[in-house]
Each structure stands twice: as C-alpha cells, then as structure tokens.
C-alpha cells in the first residue's frame, strides 16, 4: 500500500524511497521513521562529521549512527583497512588474526580488562554478560535501572519506555513493567528495577533482593534515563550490594566506553565484572564484545568440555568489523580522546550558558562528548523526571524537526555525540540552531 498524502507534492528522492519502502518493510525503515514526518531523509554517503541526504542536502551529524561512529563517516583509515580486509574474503568458519589484533588492541587501553570474546551487536554483548552472570551465580533474576536501554533482550525490556502516568511503583520503588509486547511475565518477574536518582531506596531495594540476583547491569551516562552521569552514592551502594550478596557488576558501555582511553569504569573509578561494548569498538561495522577480568571470562570458555556459556555466533569478529574497529580506535588515543571530552564540555557549557542568557528553559546534559537535551531548567535526577517535563516528547520531536530543516541531525530524542572531525566551528553551529530552535518551540 502507498501513502497518498505523499502522492500528491512533487515527490522528493527520499519520499519515493519511503513510499517504495512501505510496501515491504513494517513501518517503512529499521529506523524511527516515525520522528522524521512525512518521511526520513535517506542517506546518500557521508564525509567526515557531514552526511548527504538523496536531494543533496547536507546535515551536521550529531547522531552518528547513534553513537557509533567515533571518527565521523569514511575516515580513510577505517576505509582502507575495510577494503584490505574484504579483499581476502570476508567470512571464513575459522578464526583470523584481525580478531587477536583487535582483542589485543582493547585489552591493552583497559588495564582492568584482561580477556574479550566477540559478537555482533550490543544487544547479544549485555546478554551474553547476563547469561554469563547467570552461570556463574547460578541465579537467574537481573537488575537494571528504570528507564535505561541495554538493547533488545528480553531482561532488558522491562521498565523502559513507561508512560507518564501509568507508573506502576511507587516513585523509587519502579515495578518491573514490560515495554514489549510479547515479553513473557516470567521474565518480568525475574527483572528488579532500580530508581537511578535515589541511592537510599536503591540500597533498600537491593538489601531486600539482593540474594536473588545474578548481575546489575548499569550504564554509568544512560542516555534513555537523561544522560546524567551515575552518582558516586549510587555506584557506592551498587558495589556495595554486589560484594555483600554475590552479585556481579555488569557495566553496560556500549556507547559509555568512548568516555575515556580505558573505558567508562576506568573513569568512574569502578572495577565491574563483566563489560559489555560496542558501537564504536566496530568502527562502523556491527559489533559487540564482553571483556573483563581472566577468572570472570573463564565463564566463556567451554572448550575441552568445560560448562561454559557459549558466546560465539556465525559473523561474530568477522575480519572487516575486526580491521574496522582496530583503525578506528588506534586513531582514538589519549589525545584524541581529551580533545574531543573538552569539545563536549565547552560545548554544553556554552550553549546552557547561552539558554539561560536567553531565558529559555532548557538545559543539555550528558559529559565529555555525549549530550541530551531536556526542555526544563530545574535539577534532572532520574527517568521520571525526564517523562514528566511539562514540554513533554511533543515539543522534543519538534525541537528534532526543526534542527533537522537547519541542518543538524540528532538522535530522535534529542541527544547527540560529538565525533573527531568536528571542531568549535560545527560546535558553534549547533549552539546557535539550539537556541534558535529551543525559542521556536518553547515560545
Ligand atoms: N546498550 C546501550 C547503552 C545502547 O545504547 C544500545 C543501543 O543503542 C545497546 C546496548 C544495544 O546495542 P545494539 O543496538 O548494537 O544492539
């Protein structure tokens, strides 16, 4: 079926695109279409932090590929090393030595990673953690913070996305709520939701369910919460509770892990049993990895009959994605690094700055070079705090729409990474549509 509202202006490349695209796939993208009425824009190629839409309209890609892309769209080395690679076949039922080099790569920036096993997605990389916590304990139940995303897995669905209104916990008791239809409830009722803004209620929670559980995963900037960094009283009481009761740490750094040269528990100063990674470790290519301490990873060799969790997976370190991500991050060192946190931070500073010069209520969260805005000026603590700004989803999809027609392309909720190419020229682009926008839409 078409859409005919579309039929009838003079059909843009990306329209035809999406008409032809509803056709055959639901909802017409493996994207939230939904956010770019009447449609996406397609891509046509990217260059550096800029990507070229069919019509040949160029956007400031804050989103990069929701987060994955650290050096922006084509850096040559990543090219290179992609083409190298293919050109020695891109699949073999054997392993390869991309996959030690980029294992070595990893291991070598994490003192506090010693081992590393590969897949092909974030999602597979937080379950197979959860399944290797669960072997390891011999526990089933989770926990997870209220309104964090980790992916697909079913665990991870649970509190996530809750209306506003229908909560079903008290504030700082969350119930475990499914997002997804289909979720079976006993995966609900082995699933313990956290309030991430309220240490005391957490600890009381996990004082009174801690014994049931096999891991808490925790994302130390989640981005679906608010991107607020995790409190130094929150991890406190999480490690606490992990130690007391057995439970092992696992640290969701599929987008976190860029904060720093050692990873986000490197600069959290937190020693997680399990890390799950992702998105930029790939260097564009779909990838995912479990690393952490040898005597935790053990859990994953199941070679010579050992009872392991089997972490393996048909593409799983495949030679392009390993030569990829080992381009990638060696052109992510310490320096590259520094540079690009304090480009985020002057960026946040600036433009708050620039909001409250203006009077506008709104603020951006986040650290380094990640960042979310929020249409409020009071204090942001927790997910419900975010889902019950009065602006509401409405006004940030518009904030969204209304970057995207200046030239900015953010994630659909308004959050956003910086990535090496820019400098202070993009970040200052961005400052001013922000304030220009944000008055738009709030006025
Ligand atoms: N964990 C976090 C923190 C994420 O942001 C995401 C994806 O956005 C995932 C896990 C899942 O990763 P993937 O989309 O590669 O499956």
């Known amino acids: 079926r078409r859409n005919d509202s579309l039929l009838d202006a003079p059909i843009s490349r990306s329209g035809a695109a999406f008409q032809r695209a509803r056709a055959v796939i639901p909802g017409g993208s493996m994207r939230p279409s939904s956010w770019f009425p009447p449609h996406p824009p397609y891509a046509a190629r990217g ?7 069919l019509e040949g309209r160029r956007l400031l890609d804050c989103s990069n590929n929701f987060f994955s892309l650290i050096h922006g769209h ?16 891109t699949a073999f039922g054997l392993p390869t030595p991309q996959e030690n080099g980029l294992a070595e790569a990893i291991i070598a920036r994490a003192p506090h990673l010693e081992q590393i096993r590969f897949c092909n997605s974030g999602t597979e990389a937080v379950m197979f953690a959860i399944k290797g916590a669960r072997a390891i304990t011999g526990r089933s139940a989770i926990a997870k913070f209220e309104g964090a995303y980790h992916g697909a897995y079913d665990h991870m669905e649970i509190g996530y996305e809750s209306a506003p209104g229908a909560w079903d916990g008290p504030d700082g008791d969350p119930a475990s709520t499914p997002y997804a239809r289909g979720t079976p409830a006993a995966v609900a009722a082995d699933t313990v939701i956290l309030p991430y803004g309220d240490p005391a209620r957490c600890a009381d929670i996990l004082r009174r369910k801690g014994t049931r559980l096999a891991g808490i995963v925790l994302d130390p900037l989640a981005s679906r919460i ?10 406190a009481v999480v490690q606490e509770a992990c130690a007391r009761d057995g439970i092992l740490l696992i640290f969701d750094e599929v987008i976190a892990f860029r904060m720093h040269h050692a990873g986000a528990h490197t600069l959290f100063g937190v020693t997680p049993d399990l890390v799950a990674l992702g998105k930029i470790i790939g260097g ?11 005597a935790r990873m053990a859990i994953y060799d199941h070679t010579g009959g050992r009872p392991g969790v089997a972490l393996g997976g048909t593409f799983s370190a495949n030679p392009l994605t390993m030569a990829a991500g080992m381009a990638t991050l060696a ?15 002057d960026f946040r ?12 209520k709104a603020q951006l969260a986040g650290m380094g070079a990640l960042f979310r805005l929020h249409l409020t000026d009071a204090p942001i603590r927790d997910y419900r705090s975010v889902a019950t700004i009065p ?36 970040t200052d682009l961005l400052t001013g549509w922000l304030v220009e926008v944000v008055r738009e839409v709030t006025a």
């Open 331 to 345: 052109a992510y060192d310490t320096a590259a690094v520094a540079r690009l946190s304090s480009l985020g931070d």
């Open 47 to 53: 260059e550096g932090c800029w990507v070229t839409d």
């Open 226 to 235: 608010g991107m607020m960094p995790a409190s130094p009283e929150l991890l």
């Open 74 to 89: 084509a850096f040559p080395p990543v090219v290179k090393a992609i083409q190298e690679a293919a050109a020695l076949g």
């Open 284 to 294: 564009g290519l779909p990838a995912g990895a479990v690393a952490g301490p040898a």
């Open 391 to 426: 602006a509401g989803k409405g006004a940030i999809a518009a904030v969204h729409a209304a970057l995207l027609a200046r030239g900015a392309l953010l994630t659909p909720n308004a959050s956003g990474a910086l990535s090496t190419p820019m400098t202070a020229a993009e």
């Open 349 to 360: 500073q600036a433009t708050n700055a620039a909001f409250r010069a203006a009077g506008l």
